[in-house]
T-cell receptor, first 116, second 111 residues
């Protein structure tokens, strides 16, 4: 089945630094990937839609200059949290749907970001 | 846009009993309804889904029902086991183009 690999699974960084999170579709191509943010005991909040070869589409209220998304290939999307602050600490999850086949989405395992 | 509501937010059942989680949606154009299970510190895992042309779907101990007229769908877990304990999310989508998630249900199965 479709597998999405997300890396790293957990990262701790200092305030002011940037962190890059990778989302890879291992056995399928995905023109579109999604990035979510999840606070403790809350639902997934869509941050942006990542489109291969074009600019990402950000949801209202999400700062595109702070959360940089790059979707350079059909199997890789990256989310970079720039100049991270403690309030950026959260669980970030990506998802992808195969360009062909099922309409269901597969989620990555998530990245827990802690900014100290 | 679509609004998905999910109830209850927490649910505790005795091992072996059944658990039911209900969701409602607002957009009649939604035609795909997946359910995800999320364990602590992990990403959501698809456990079952249903499309609008089907009223019910079953996979072993898990079943999902859909009432298009009333715009609600439910997850049924029978013979619950401790490993079923997790947070469950419903979602609604129009042909998989964008997913709207419910607020989640924390299920605890008591041994």
């Amino acid at each position: 089945g479709a597998v999405v690999s997300q890396h790293p699974s957990w990262v701790i960084c200092k305030s002011g630094t940037s962190v890059k999170i990778e989302c890879r579709s291992l056995d399928f191509q995905a023109t579109t990937m999604f990035w979510y943010r999840q606070f403790p005991k809350q639902s997934l909040m869509l941050m942006a839609t990542s489109n291969e070869g074009s600019k990402a589409t950000y949801e209202q209220g999400v700062e595109k200059d702070k959360f940089l998304i790059n979707h350079a290939s059909l199997t890789l999307s990256t989310l970079t949290v720039t100049s991270a602050h403690p309030e950026d600490s959260s669980f970030y999850i990506c998802s992808a749907r195969p360009d062909r086949g099922t309409i269901g989405y597969t989620f990555g395992s998530g990245t827990r970001l802690t900014v100290v | 846009g679509e609004n998905v509501e999910q109830h209850p937010s927490t649910l505790s059942v005795q091992e072996g009993d059944s658990a039911v989680i209900k969701c409602t949606y607002s957009d009649s154009a939604s035609n795909y309804f997946p359910w995800y299970k999320q364990e602590l510190g992990k990403g959501p895992q698809l456990i079952i889904d249903i499309r609008s042309n089907v009223g019910e779907k079953k996979d072993q101990r898990i079943a999902v029902t859909l009432n298009k007229t009333a715009k609600h769908f439910s997850l049924h877990i029978t013979e619950t086991q401790p490993e079923d304990s997790a947070v469950y999310f419903c979602a609604a989508s129009i042909s998989g183009n964008q997913f709207y998630f419910g607020t989640g249900t924390s299920l605890t199965v008591i041994p």
